[in-house]
């Protein structure tokens, strides 16, 4: 196999949350390879993560308030937006796609795309997102006619890849649903420095951007109510004040650290007595393994990608309602359980970047080999592109 020419199409470069750890794993696979982006945002926490490599953003980077606020309410350019980069000479592009739908883009017939979906975007098909704007009337209006032609736009950006690869299971589920086709099912790697610490100590932890829909407000209240530490990685994000409203919540026990580094997140982790998973129906959930891969129990909601994560009564255990009360009530539970270090990070070595590396890489060759043979989508997909 010759030494392919790789381009990386990514959503937006603003945020760091596991589409951009999946990004960065992509990065190193293809440390050549530029990346194609609607914007990024100078100095935050993923342009930084990616300052020493070539990133080309659309012409949407430089429309004076876009990057800051208006690429949400005018998520309705993006057709234009990635129609508006030119993929020749390349012998694959691969795209991170999200919610500002990058497998849109057009590349070459001779050229194989391989898109790597997180989830169909979830503010087209119903799911909860980070931002409650239903409530709001105006924007609501607003945004039933341009969902309704986005809706469009996405079904016909998903037919456009060569191979579609998902995060999960769960996500493979939307993809059949709502793109009528199947996709290879590679989990995110998982890669944290790792910290052996000689106690554990008695709080939990959350790590999560401090926004809706993550399920923070109720292991606030959960910690409140038990009067335990509770510790909350993260920061806010988006247009909503999460954060403020958590903060007056939560009371003595309950501490924000904000943003912090990768070796603090080990250490974090490490420490901790049990991590919470909160969210209703988490696209995959990448912060459950990391947990995992330092030794420590996760306490899940039962549902979305944290039950192809967690092992009931082996790595952690689950709780069924979203309500503080049964939240509280797996807390006090687990402190009861004993959940052998070994045994989690055996279930997280099944998410390791090396096994991401192996599967992708894989795929990416059959791809090219395939293209260049001009050998096209086989009907039965799913069964042609099984890892």
């Known amino acids: 196999m010759k030494k392919l020419k790789v381009a990386l199409v990514h959503d937006y470069l603003n945020e760091f949350g596991g589409a951009e750890r999946v990004l960065l794993a992509l990065s190193e696979m293809y440390p050549e390879a530029p990346i194609y982006t609607a914007f990024y945002k100078k100095g935050s926490q993923a342009h930084e993560r990616f300052a020493n ?7 949407a980077q430089y429309v004076p308030g876009f990057v800051g606020k208006l690429h949400s309410p005018l998520r309705f350019l993006a057709p234009l937006i990635w129609r508006s980069f030119n993929f020749s000479g390349y012998d694959v592009v691969i795209s991170s796609a999200s919610w500002y739908i990058t497998k849109g883009i ?3 017939k001779k050229t194989p795309h391989v898109s790597y979906i997180h989830t169909p975007p979830r503010y087209l098909y119903g799911y909860q997102t980070s931002l409650e704007w239903q409530k709001y009337w105006l924007v609501r209006q607003y945004a039933k006619i341009v969902n309704h032609f986005l809706r469009m736009y996405d079904f016909e950006s998903a037919q456009k890849p ?8 769960n996500v493979l589920k939307r993809v059949k649903k709502f793109y009528r086709r ?5 989990y995110p790697p998982v890669d944290l420095p790792k910290v052996e610490l000689a106690t554990r100590g008695e709080y939990f932890l959350v790590i999560s951007r401090i926004v809706g829909g993550k399920g923070l407000a109720l292991a606030v209240e959960a910690a409140n109510a038990l009067k335990v530490p509770l510790k909350v990685v993260g920061n806010g994000a988006g247009w909503g004040s999460e954060e403020e409203k958590l903060k007056v919540l939560a009371g003595n026990t309950v501490e924000f650290l904000g943003h912090v580094s990768d070796a603090e997140l080990s250490r974090l982790y490490a420490g901790a ?4 998973a909160l969210a209703e ?6 912060t459950p393994v990391e947990a995992m891969g330092a030794g420590t129990p996760v306490i899940a909601y039962r549902g979305g990608g944290y039950i192809e994560t967690v092992v009931e009564g082996k790595t952690g255990i689950f709780f069924d309602e979203l309500t503080a009360g049964s939240l509280a009530a797996a807390m006090k539970k687990i402190g009861l359980m004993y959940f052998p270090e070994d045994d989690c990070r055996k279930q ?3 998410f390791s970047k090396e096994v991401f590396v192996e599967k992708m890489t894989r795929i990416i060759e059959r791809a090219y080999e395939q293209k260049k043979n001009n050998k096209t989508r086989h009907p039965l997909f799913q069964i042609q592109w099984r890892v």
């Open 53 to 59: 490599k070539k990133i080309i953003p659309s012409w």
């Open 106 to 108: 057009d590349v070459p």
């Open 162 to 169: 060569d191979v579609l690869v998902v995060n999960s299971q």
């Open 182 to 186: 199947s996709a290879v099912v590679i």
């Open 273 to 276: 007595k049990a991590f919470l």
């Open 281 to 286: 129906d988490e696209d995959f959930g990448i």
């Open 348 to 350: 997280a070595k099944l």
